[in-house]
């Protein structure tokens, strides 16, 4: 298995390097022989567009509120969306796309994503949010055969096929899901509720009922912690020992049970926690897919996380979020336009000098720290649960709010 998997790698950098090289070539030789037309003004409204993003899981819920503002501005356009193939799950089911296309780094996954797009005869292409090794999006939004294509020039190499640029020069200073609504704006698209969405499988909700169950879990207030260890950014992370901390002060005030949730490269320190909180605690990290996450969250009191894409999917399935964050990029990546659904435990700014990357990490925010703006939150949420009570009928993916 690690010989393939070092293969994929291989491939993957010889595809990142000289094929992408020659494919921006192409497209300069292509765009000199069928240049895009000038766009002037607002665009004509589009009959059929395609939406690229294929970030991670977090960037993709961001993007989900752009994704409705197309539907809401234009409900006749057919709506075509270009996901991870990894991260298909976040957008699956989704009310306003139209149809799904699951797309990957390589020449063979290209030409198939293309043929997949070009069936839906797009007459727009949008490109939200594209991770730095997939630049072929670009070139895939003008081979698909759309005459205008909408992007921040800033996101890539091939700005050249982008006739509907929209600069964005405050884009580090907005929230995530800001960012991408100002790219659909250029559009004439815009929406008035600013939250993500995602959709919870039926099927995860019965497997995550079931696994509730198993554990002696079912009808119990659940609180989840999401244990994340990160290989590039650690600075966001919190430390196994200060979870751990929280988690016992948290079983010695409330009536519940805490589900340790996490990755597959989570489980050594979500079972670290576990150890520490024993019988108040049960390890599910490595166990749920991503909508068995969803469904778990709906069913719980309170979600604490760092900033993970388990911390959008709170956000996205309106479960109560505690989102330990970093000075850094909370004002991205924290809840944006929840009300008091959600709060933020801040590592202190003073501690961060401004550098980037950040030197000091959260380990600097101490479950001391942490403590009061949680019961502060329980409270308050306590508070706005007997105020305005939820009403009868309401969706089973509102039912964490």
């Not at 597959?264 to 926690?273: F, G, L, N, W």
């Not at 969803?294 to 069913?299: K, S, V, Y």
């Amino acid at each position: 298995m690690a010989v393939w998997r070092e293969m994929g790698r291989s491939l993957g950098r010889v595809w990142k390097g000289g094929v992408l090289r020659g494919l921006q070539t192409a497209c300069r030789v292509a765009v000199a022989i069928r240049p895009l037309p000038r766009v002037e003004g607002k665009p004509p409204v589009p009959r059929s567009v395609v939406v690229f993003s294929t970030a991670g899981i977090g960037d993709t819920l961001s993007d989900t509120p752009a994704i409705r503002a197309l539907r809401e501005s234009f409900p006749d356009c057919r709506i075509t969306a270009v996901v991870h193939r990894r991260r298909r799950a976040v957008l699956e089911g989704n009310p306003c796309i139209d149809r799904l296309v699951p797309h990957a780094k390589g020449p063979v996954r290209f030409w198939r994503t293309l043929r997949a797009i070009r069936q839906g005869r797009p007459d727009t292409a949008v490109t939200l949010r594209a991770n730095d090794h997939d630049p072929d999006v670009w070139p895939l939004a003008y081979l698909s055969g759309a005459r205008v294509i909408a992007s921040r020039p800033a996101m890539t190499r091939f700005p050249f096929l982008v006739n509907l640029p929209v600069a964005v020069p405050d884009w580090v200073d907005r929230p995530g899901v800001e960012q991408t609504l100002e790219i659909v704006r250029a559009l004439g698209a815009d929406t008035v509720d600013p939250r993500m969405d995602f959709v919870v499988p039926e099927a995860a909700r019965r497997r995550v009922d079931e696994i509730l169950r198993e554990h002696q879990l079912a009808g119990r207030p659940l609180v989840a912690m999401q244990v994340h260890v990160s290989p590039r950014l650690a600075f966001r992370d919190w430390p196994a020992a200060y979870f751990a901390a929280l988690g016992r002060r948290i079983l010695e005030a409330f009536p519940v049970r805490l589900a340790i949730t996490g990755g597959r490269e989570d489980v050594a320190a979500a079972a670290a926690v576990g150890r520490e909180l024993g019988a108040g605690a049960t390890v599910l990290a490595g166990r749920l897919s991503l909508p068995e996450t969803a469904a778990l969250l709906t069913r719980c009191r309170l979600l604490i996380t760092t900033d993970t894409g388990i911390m959008h999917l709170g956000f996205a399935v309106r479960a109560p979020t505690l989102a330990l964050l970093h000075p850094y990029n909370a004002h991205r990546v924290g809840p944006h336009g929840y009300g008091g659904l959600h709060r933020v435990a801040l590592l202190d700014p003073s501690l961060w000098a401004g550098e980037d990357p950040p030197r000091v990490g959260l380990d600097r925010l101490t479950p001391e720290a942490v403590w009061p703006v949680l019961r502060a939150f329980w409270q308050d949420t306590d508070a706005s649960r007997a105020v305005e009570p939820p009403p009868a009928g309401r969706a089973e993916t509102e039912a964490g709010e």
